[in-house]
């Protein structure tokens, strides 16, 4: 049987062994890999998108593994299939911090109706998004009906899982200081949904979170989004619920709002019209993460690179009369691939 | 006598019209201008680069016209010699807002010390930029010591002006709203210093807004920088003052902490260290655009761009593999230039 067959055949372990296989396959950076990969993909692609993508992101410590644990648990409890992807950046520097240690997440691990994955290892953030984007669709053709993808805040890791999933979810700590990190990274104008976790220790701290989290998404919808002013059934209000991972409590609630927002967004066409713009940005930013590299291997502009800088450092050459120069170098290079 | 000698040579009317004359050549999208413009740049250089760029933003409405001229009458009172340029990325679509009208400047622009020069009205931020930062090389050349660049809040024109200047400051109003709105966009966590204009309106409210942001600048200073949180006199701690552009009240105070900064920064070596950050991250954004510009242009991708796009939209190719069969088709034509 071929791989596509098995990945979109029946539940088992064949269909893992070929999972595991083509997602190993994606990650490699052989140029005849990568030719099959692509192969693969577009055999796979009328088999997928047919999940709940659902982004989870937040600090070290505020107790993603737990959560997730938690609900996917929940979730293959009432009938789910359930595949655990993630995006960590900083994994190849650390030796796989999310998800690299399968036991965190000890019990969902080991059900077969789970698929976890950890991030791909190496190299930059939009080639780790890239892999964890692939993955995500060889576990939809695989009938998994739930992709949950976990980031922790390295860089710009939740813009890229936000830029992946239909629904965003932030995991907060209740305690302030938090909060104003994430305004000013502009990652709680992302969250169409934030959980404050570990809300059993100290309810009156997230209490005060809550409401503070709830005014500064209201602000943003004000100013962001006109039409969030308007108490319109269809369309989304970004909530904020409190919850305790640990105790599995809160887990019901929160997936009620998932099923919510997703039921809204599908009524007001917002779900298929957000997919359709997540691929053609994700088309673009490979494109331009493209050209970055023929640039920088293209011989031309190599053969200068070193000394057109260091003018440009010396102040004897325009950055901009320097950027011209290369351009030309690189489009008069016509090996440079 | 030729334009660059012109232009570094006495001031007076000859050398204003050799400045115009340049600028004008700079901002020329024809090539032999283009060639022409790139030559003069190199000329002038060694004359450029002893200039202080101040950076002044701050939405419409808060007054940055009137304090721009008050702080150009202060300073050519002591014997500088004042331009002042724009970056405003809507002046092609709203005809010109900003600087657009000299006579919003009335008495400066009046001034032979003083060189007022609209927005470069064509184009992207980035093509913007450019031309405002080359003309500021003109100023530089011709003798002007400080370089006030100014810009509205849109887009992400603050961040170029922050970009392109040795010190940030950014204008706000006695008001909370505001201030949210600057948090959200990273604005604030670029400036250097911020004032508060028409403090004397409403001294109650320009006090808790003072004390607010002053709050929110120590905030991001412990988060992302920890050498600001000793209190080390060689390192700039952003300021907030309060200020009225219109009573020219504040003008003295302001310019004393500019200079302050300044003695700072280049004590600490700052000063010279931002400057060649700032020409080289220049130099990779010129490239990254004209990258992106050849691609665009590439017969052999726009022969297939459009049914690609389709094709991912649709679903049925994925986007990074898209991705690659136009970067193929790119780097596999000779004659994309």
Chains 1, 2 share one sequence.
């Not at 030719?35 to 692609?45: G, S």
């Not at 640990?246 to 019209?273: P, Y």
Request: aromatic share 4%.
């Amino acid at each position: 049987m071929s791989a596509a067959a098995l990945i979109t055949g029946q539940p088992g372990p064949a269909q893992r062994r070929a999972m595991a296989k083509a997602i190993t396959l994606l990650e490699s950076t052989r140029l005849d890999h990568r030719e099959q990969a692509d192969a693969l993909l577009t055999e796979l692609l009328p088999h997928a998108g047919r999940s709940l993508r659902l982004g989870i992101s937040g600090v070290p410590g505020v107790g993603k593994s737990t959560f997730i644990e938690a609900l996917g648990l929940f979730l293959i409890a009432r009938g789910h299939r359930v595949a655990v992807l993630a995006v960590d950046p900083s994994s190849s520097v650390s030796g796989g911090s999310i998800l690299g240690d399968k036991t965190r997440m000890e019990r969902l691990s080991m059900d077969e109706r789970a698929y976890i994955r950890p991030s791909p290892s190496s190299g930059t953030l939009g080639g780790v998004a890239e892999k964890t984007r692939e993955a995500l669709l060889v576990c939809e053709a695989a009938g998994y009906d739930i992709v949950i993808i976990e980031t922790v805040g390295v860089g710009q890791s939740e813009i890229a899982v936000a830029g992946m999933t239909d629904m965003y979810c932030l995991l907060q700590l209740p305690n302030a200081g938090d909060d104003l990190q994430a305004i000013k990274k502009g990652v709680m104008e992302l969250a169409d949904l934030v959980l404050i976790n570990k809300a059993d220790l100290d309810r009156a701290a997230a209490t005060r979170a809550q409401a503070q989290i709830a005014s500064s998404l209201r602000l943003y919808g004000l100013h962001g989004h006109p039409e969030h002013a308007h108490h319109d059934k269809s369309i989304w209000h970004p909530q904020v619920m409190p919850l305790s991972a640990l105790k599995a409590d809160g887990i019901e609630a929160f997936w009620g709002q998932v099923e919510r927002f997703r039921e809204i967004q599908q009524a007001n066409g917002r779900f298929a019209a957000k997919r359709q713009q997540q691929a053609q940005a994700w088309m673009w930013e490979r494109i331009h993460a493209g050209l970055r590299e023929q640039f920088s291997q293209a011989p031309a502009v190599r053969a200068i690179l070193a000394e057109t800088t260091a003018q440009v450092l010396r102040g004897t050459l325009a950055a901009s009369t320097a950027a011209r120069l290369l351009l030309h170098k690189f489009s008069g290079d016509e090996h440079h691939a």
